[in-house]
């Protein structure tokens, strides 16, 4: 159990261009989902919190009018990088959390994002 | 601030033991979590930890010393697939994980 998927798992797109990658909890229902950035040989870096039904919490120098985030159901989550630029390239992981009271995080596999 | 140390790198031998070791300063904690991530995929759950002791779970086992501030996760039986980064990560009084930079693992025949 504790399944999550991401979609695409790898994006090519050009400079200016928008990509939206989706986040499901395919066989529990997550309250809250996280999303994260890694760059090569560098630790998770906690971009955003959302919760189902409310907006998104980023984290501080992360703009919120780039990283667009929905959280629309208890099983998807979206992340929209908006006017994507070649620095944007990086690898995005999701994860999600069960409910109050439970602490694991569960990630999906990631989705390499290059921007040309 | 929020600080989390782990070691970036560390060789062994395959069949061998090795201890990662993790010191952490945060604002407040709700129990300390290990990752091991191969490269180019996402985070897989190791062990959590909340009291003070240590938890075994086949061939790994995580300690955890609360006054400290001090954990390890220790491998035994190391295998080649074991080659991975090891994230050490704090859950604090706001519930959300403060990540280690991780430590690269490279087992050697």
């Known amino acids: 159990g504790a399944v999550v998927s991401q979609h695409p798992s790898r994006v090519i797109c050009k400079s200016g261009t928008s990509v939206k990658i989706e986040c499901r909890s395919l066989?529990?229902?997550?309250?809250?989902m996280f999303w994260y950035r890694q760059f090569p040989k560098q630790s998770l870096m906690l971009m955003a919190t959302?919760?189902?039904?409310?907006?998104?919490?980023?984290e501080q120098g992360v703009e919120k009018d780039k990283f667009l985030i929905n959280h629309a159901s208890l099983t998807l989550s979206t992340l929209t990088v908006t006017s994507a630029h070649p620095e944007d390239s990086s690898f995005y992981i999701c994860?999600?959390?069960?409910?109050?009271?439970?602490?694991?995080?569960?990630f999906g596999p990631g989705t390499r994002l290059t921007v040309t | 601030g929020q600080n989390i140390d782990q070691p970036t790198e560390m060789t062994a031998t395959e069949g061998a033991i090795v201890q990662i070791n993790c010191t952490y300063q945060?604002?407040?904690?709700?129990?300390l979590f290990w990752y091991q991530q191969h490269a180019g995929e996402a985070p897989t759950f190791l062990s959590y930890?909340?009291l003070d002791g240590l938890e075994e779970k086949g061939r790994f086992s995580s300690f955890l010393s609360r006054s400290k501030g001090y954990s390890y996760l220790l491998l035994k039986e190391l295998q080649m697939k074991d080659s991975a980064s090891y994230l050490c990560?704090?859950?604090?009084?706001?519930?959300?994980?403060?990540w280690g930079a991780g430590t690269k693992l490279i087992i050697k025949p």
């Open positions: 994860s999600a959390r069960h409910g109050e009271g439970t602490y694991e995080q569960y």
């Open positions: 066989d529990f229902q997550a309250t809250t």
């Open positions: 959302s919760n189902e039904g409310s907006k998104a919490t980023y």
């Open positions: 945060t604002s407040g904690f709700n129990g």
């Open positions: 930890n909340v």
């Open positions: 990560a704090v859950m604090d009084s706001n519930y959300q994980l403060i």
